[in-house]
């Protein structure tokens, strides 16, 4: 699976819009980028997954690059209970679903 | 919604102890895990089951084994526990994939160990 890149930490105004980038400059064609968060002391939650088209579902955008190299999560209109670790994540769609999270980025929305 | 539910949010064992935790799920997954998360290391798999009595060896499986009897109930098990198994464990669960890589994983909210 290939490696991803993501900043550490990230802030946020509530009520504007969260862009996370993730870098995957290794990926290969057959990979899916897949988005999770966790927030605090709950287990990770699935929050989109695209290929080579842009996604849009009721918790978020995904944008990925015509290259595929990168991506960005994009939360439209952030709120207090966004406040989460996000987790970006390439890998082949295999039977099994095993998935290898990385360290993520910390995701702080202030009022 | 899928549910996954682990037993106990907090457990508290003596070293040596074995210990049972549990993970059911209702959404009748094929795919049933056990990941461990510690500060600074993340998530990492320990064992994974695709199927009733199946399992398979994750990243970290060493000190732990697995007991999938029922298709909705996933065991972890520590036959001999150790201070350093003082983690995070998290259960989660996945349907089969389709053409375009839709499983999703579904986990349960985690069972904090601890071992003195």
């Known amino acids: 699976d290939a490696k991803t890149t993501q900043p550490t930490s990230m802030d946020c105004a509530e009520g504007r819009a969260a862009n996370l980038p993730c870098n995957h400059s290794?990926?290969?064609?057959?990979?899916?980028v897949y988005w999770y968060r966790q927030i605090h002391s709950q287990g990770p939650q699935y929050i989109i997954h695209g290929l080579k088209n842009n996604e849009t579902n009721e918790m978020a955008s995904l944008i990925i690059t015509e290259d595929r190299k990168s991506s960005t999560l994009i939360l439209p209109h952030a709120t207090l209970r966004d406040t989460a670790v996000y987790y970006c994540i390439v890998r082949v769609a295999l039977r099994y679903g095993k998935l290898t999270f990385g360290q993520g980025t910390i995701l702080t929305v202030h009022p | 919604d899928v549910k996954v539910t682990q037993s106990s949010r907090y457990l508290v064992k003596r070293t040596g102890e074995k210990v049972f935790l549990e993970c059911v799920q209702d959404m009748d997954h094929e795919n049933m895990f056990w990941y461990r998360q510690d500060p600074g290391l993340g998530l990492r798999l320990i064992y994974f089951s695709y199927d009733v009595k199946m399992k398979e060896k994750g990243d970290i499986p060493e000190g732990y084994s697995v007991s999938r009897e029922k298709k909705e109930r996933f065991s972890l098990i520590l036959e001999s526990a150790s201070t350093n198994q003082t983690s995070m464990y998290l259960c989660a669960s996945s349907n089969l994939p389709s053409l375009g890589g839709r499983e999703k994983l579904f986990f349960g909210s985690g069972t904090q160990l601890s071992v003195l």
């Open positions: 290794t990926i290969s064609g057959n990979e899916y």
